[in-house]
């Protein structure tokens, strides 16, 4: 069973910057895209970004395009989100999450992690 375990969830004033990690158990890049799903206020779920080093894709929502990135560490079985310019409605719940690919991601989530928490104060 593949666990992933995220961190790096804060609090933070609008305009700043937070940087999420999520630690895979086993090496599952090869086999899944890996990313991360927000969870805000109102309980929608949204696939903010994802990143599948097998096939060189990403993904970006358009809400979080040329503000945050994503990167991957193979070697190190993580994946990483750089969040920079945060608004207020970037807060939310942030689930790592292990899918078939980027393309629809989110709708085949094979693998979730615990949730960590992002509030971006006004």
């Known amino acids: 069973e593949v666990q992933l375990q995220a961190s790096g969830g804060g609090l933070v004033q609008a305009g700043g910057s937070l940087r999420l990690s999520c630690a895979a158990s086993?090496?599952?890049?090869?086999?899944?895209?890996m990313g991360w799903i927000r969870q805000g206020p109102g309980n929608l779920r949204e696939g903010v970004a994802c990143?599948?080093?097998?096939?060189?894709?990403?993904y970006y929502a358009d809400s979080v395009k040329g503000r945050f990135t994503i990167s991957d560490d193979i070697a190190k079985n993580t994946v990483y989100l750089q969040m920079n310019d945060l608004k207020v409605e970037d807060t939310g719940i942030y689930y790592c999450a292990a899918d078939l690919g980027c393309q629809g991601y989110g709708q085949g989530v094979a693998f979730w992690g615990q949730g960590t928490l992002v509030t971006v104060s006004s």
């Open positions: 990143i599948s080093s097998n096939d060189g894709t990403s």
């Open positions: 086993g090496a599952i890049f090869d086999d899944y895209a």
